[in-house]
């Protein structure tokens, strides 16, 4: 994934237009920074005709596909293959809805976690729960993922995962661990997580 460009509800052609036009200007962006060169257009990430669909019918669309919309929409572009540094980069854009799918402090998912266990173990099941449970929990709620190497959603900091321990550690037995959203988050948002134990 190269860029992510929210769309407003109702959005009409120029608008949808000039938003398709951004994420491309993003996502040639990010590859330039990533050793990605331009091609012999001069862009360094470009829609490109791909099998039977021109680079025009994909545009046309993705902008078909945002545009009156009665929710926000999302436009995100990807790296249509792998590419090496000094290559320039074919993408394909892509539109989805993107609705509400936490408000904040809701509890996404939890897990029994035996905390009477050393901090290793401790740390292993935490990390499960954040790295699975909470995870598969979000997609299957229709988050988006960042498609690439890991499919991101977010990230929670190791100090945090380690203070998380630590208090857990304290408690010394089976508790509920809950996962929640830090805030209003919309599919296409980074997933900012906060903790409850029970």
């Known amino acids: 994934e190269l860029a992510r460009v929210i769309v407003a509800p109702q959005a009409g052609m120029p608008e949808a237009t000039s938003l398709l036009s951004r994420a491309l200007q993003e996502a040639s962006k990010r590859a330039k920074e990533r050793g990605a060169k331009p091609a012999r257009s001069g862009e360094v990430a470009e829609l490109r005709n791909m099998q039977d669909v021109t680079a025009e019918q994909q545009a046309q669309r ?17 790296a249509f293959w792998n590419v090496f540094q000094d290559e320039s980069v074919p993408v394909v854009a892509n539109a989805y809805r993107n609705p509400l799918v936490y408000r904040a402090g809701q509890v ?7 905390a009477s266990r050393d901090e290793e173990d401790i740390l292993r099941q935490v990390s499960a729960f954040i790295s ?13 993922p960042a498609q690439g190497h890991e499919q991101s959603l977010g990230a ?4 945090m995962v380690f203070n998380l321990v630590a208090d857990l550690k304290r408690l010394g037995r089976s508790v509920r661990l809950q996962a929640l959203a830090r805030n209003d988050t919309r599919a296409a948002d980074p997933l900012q997580l906060d903790f409850r134990v029970r």
């Open 108 to 114: 996404i998912t939890e897990r029994r976690i035996d």
């Open 132 to 144: 699975t449970d909470v995870r598969n929990k979000a997609i299957a709620d229709k988050m988006i």
């Open 156 to 159: 929670v900091s190791p100090e």
């Open 62 to 78: 993705v902008i078909s596909m945002v545009m009156g919309q009665s929710e926000q929409s999302v436009i995100i572009v990807y």
